[in-house]
């Protein structure tokens, strides 16, 4: 497997292209970043949203359009992909597939995990592909999304943390901004961030 990522937009979200057997996922593709996308790819085979934000999602109607790729976005986020609710001027995109929960997906012959994690998003998630998993706006290094949005929830967020503190497997951690971490480096801060959060609701 080879990673490659760039920051994109003015909040510096990461776009990242996941490389399997000659076969390229491309996740979560912000602002401008079409240039970069073409100037990597060679055989795509699909746009992977962790969840609807404008910057995690604005270059997702023009690459569908240039590399004739499927979208795959969690089921209740699709609304922000297609109606702007933030009122951003986001490129409208619609989902080939809207994925439900959590679902375990083949694309071309490569496994991909959703798991659900909503708070950030109703629909926010994390892609698991072998032991990686890119987190979107669920965690980062040392910190977590935040849960006080339209549309976040702050209960949500608490049985999401929760959920994921149950999962013993190892994974590496990409995040949709800044630098990467490892699941069990985010575990430990859990229940400090669980503790934040309650104060909230």
């Excluded at 292209?17 to 970069?36: C, M």
């Excluded at 499927?70 to 609304?79: K, R």
């Excluded at 702007?84 to 439900?100: A, C, E, L, N």
């Amino acid at each position: 497997m080879q990673i490659k990522v760039q920051p994109m937009g003015a909040y510096q979200t990461n776009c990242y292209i996941v490389t399997i057997d000659g076969k390229e996922l491309i996740i979560d593709p912000g602002q401008h970043a079409v240039k970069w996308v073409r100037a990597q790819v060679n055989n795509p085979v699909a746009i992977l949203n962790t969840h609807g934000h404008f910057d995690h999602v604005w270059s997702n109607a023009a690459l569908k359009k240039a590399l004739h790729v499927p979208l795959y976005c969690p089921d209740e986020d699709a609304f922000m992909l297609e109606e702007d609710p933030f009122g951003q001027g986001t490129p409208s995109s619609h989902p080939d597939y809207r994925v439900k929960g959590d679902e375990l997906l083949k694309i071309e012959g490569i496994q991909v995990r959703y798991r659900h994690f909503p708070g950030h998003t109703p629909g926010n998630s994390i892609i698991e592909i072998a032991n990686h998993w890119f987190s979107g706006d669920f965690l980062f290094q040392q910190s977590i999304g935040r849960w006080d949005f339209p549309y976040s929830s702050g209960s949500d967020m608490i049985r999401s943390l929760q959920k994921a503190m149950q999962i013993k497997a190892s994974f590496i951690l990409h995040p949709g901004h800044g630098a990467g971490t490892t699941l069990s480096a985010a575990q430990s801060i859990m229940p400090f961030w669980i503790e934040q959060v309650k104060q909230t609701v």
